[in-house]
């Protein structure tokens, strides 16, 4: 794997899809150690500034892929040289961001592609169609995981679920929630607890399992696969405007996508300029 890149503490991994379909093979044929696979967002970037756990256990994963195309942006904005005005930083940020817009190749130059946890979900499963992996979806609301494979295993017939279950991130009933993850002897563990907690569940747990090799955060990919949450449309998502989607359609999220567009940019553009938050 290529060097790590760094976006305020939070180490990414240059990867494409193929690349993380790749290091799966590699670490369920590995066998005897458990791997990790976070996708963090700008969000959690924010999130990650003020909770220096949370960081490290980012920063503890195998693999970590850049889950929107905020991280990509701050990669490359970032590796620009530093503009010596004031005047010049801001032409130079506001630049960039258009870029972003416009789709240009520069944007790929340091982080090559978005590795969503939703579309991870998807390649993966397909993949173990042909590599054999039984995958176990723990998370979501009761009965969505249920609705999410039905629809999966008619998209994918020879997927293998060894099982799905909502439980709880609650620290109480993680030892039953393994318990049963382990009966069910998956290879593969989506968790879909949303940040921080499915991260910190994972974190906790891993070394409980028996089967799992591979365990990866999601977020509401279940939800996606369930057909309960719908994704943004192809040309909102290739404009990299999958979170203004998630405004018009969740509107509650306004706090969360707020993080994950001002502040983040906000916080990229004082790190550059070596201002201190
Ligand atoms: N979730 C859960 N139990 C909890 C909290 C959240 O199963 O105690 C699930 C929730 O149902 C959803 C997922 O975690 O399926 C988080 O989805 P969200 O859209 O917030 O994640 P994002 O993709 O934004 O990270």
């Known amino acids: ?3 790590k890149v760094n976006i305020a503490g939070v180490e990414f991994d ?13 670490f369920v044929n590995q066998g005897h150690q458990k791997h990790m696979i976070v996708t963090p967002n700008p969000e959690m970037v924010v999130y990650s500034q003020k909770h220096e756990d949370f960081r490290k256990i980012l920063n503890s994963a195998s693999l970590a892929v850049p889950d929107g195309i905020g991280i990509l942006w701050a990669a490359h904005y970032l590796s620009l040289p530093r503009s010596k005005s004031g005047f010049g930083g801001i032409i130079q940020v506001i630049g960039s961001l258009f870029q972003v817009f416009f789709k240009m190749k520069a944007i790929y130059r ?9 579309d991870l979900l998807f390649k993966i499963v397909e993949e173990s169609q042909k590599k054999g992996w039984r995958i176990y979806l723990l ?18 017939p020879k997927a293998v679920f ?15 929630l393994c318990e049963r993850i382990n009966l069910a002897e998956p290879d593969i563990l989506f968790v ?3 940040s921080p ?17 591979v365990a990866i955060g999601v977020g509401g990919a279940i939800d996606f696969a369930a057909g309960k949450a719908k994704r943004a449309p192809k040309l909102l998502r290739s404009l990299g405007l999958e979170w203004f989607w998630r405004l018009i359609t969740q509107p509650r999220r306004f706090k969360r996508i707020w993080n994950a567009t ?11 300029r070596g201002i201190d938050s």
């Open 1 to 3: 794997m290529k060097e």
């Open 14 to 26: 240059a990867v494409r899809y193929i690349d993380v379909l790749t290091a799966v093979e590699v």
């Open 110 to 118: 340091v982080l090559p592609a978005r590795v969503t946890g939703a």
């Open 139 to 156: 998370g979501a609301a009761p009965g969505i995981a249920g609705i999410a494979i039905d629809r999966l295993c008619k998209k994918y």
């Open 162 to 176: 060894s099982g799905s279950f909502a439980g709880t991130p609650a620290e109480t009933h993680e030892d039953e």
């Open 192 to 194: 879909a607890y949303g």
């Open 197 to 213: 907690a499915q991260e910190e569940w994972i974190h906790r747990n891993l070394h409980k399992f028996s089967s799992v090799k």
């Open 262 to 272: 001002f502040v983040f940019v906000k916080l990229i553009f004082r790190l550059k």
